[in-house]
C-alpha cells in the first residue's frame, strides 16, 4: 500500500503529508493477518445461502397464497351472483303465484349470471397478470441484487 500526497511547500502547506502520515500510522498499528479457516466460511456461506433461499421461498409461498385468494374471490363474486339471480325469480314466484316455463327455462339455463361472471372472472385474471409482471419484474431484480452483493461481500474478503 502506497500513499500519494500532494503538499504546498511554497507555502509550507504540510497538512496533506500529516493526515497522510496518520492514516499510514493508524493502518499499520490496526493491520493483522487473518488464517481464514474455508471450512467455517464454506459453512457460513452455505448458512446464508440456506436462508436466502428460505426467504425466497416465503415470496413463492405468498404469490401462491395470492392466486388461492384470487379464487376465493372469483367463487365469492360467483356466489353472490347466483343469489342476486335467484332472488329475482324467488321474488317473481312469491309475489305473481306462478313461473312460466319461459321464466323457468331461463332461471334453470342461467345465460344471465354466466355472461356476468365471465366479465368479472376476466376482470380479476386481467388484475393476477399485471401484478404478476410486476411481482415477476421485482423478484428478478431482487434476486440479482441479493447476488451482486453476496458475492462482492465475499470478493472484499
Known sequence: IGFI????????NYSNLIIGYLLARDIAINARDM???????SI????????????????SLV?????NCEQ????LDKGLMLMEFNSEYLSKFLN???ISKKD???FYQGEEVKQKYKIIEQSIKSLTKDQKKDTTKKSSTSKKTIKKKAVAKIKRK
Open 5 to 12: 500526497v500532494v503538499i504546498d511547500s511554497e507555502k509550507g
Open 35 to 41: 488464517d481464514i479457516d474455508k471450512d467455517i466460511l
Open 44 to 59: 457460513l456461506i452455505k448458512r446464508i445461502l440456506k436462508d436466502i433461499k428460505g426467504i425466497l421461498n416465503i415470496r
Open 63 to 67: 404469490e401462491a397464497n395470492i392466486n
Open 72 to 75: 376465493i374471490l372469483a367463487q
Open 96 to 98: 305473481e303465484g306462478k
Open 104 to 106: 323457468l327455462f331461463d
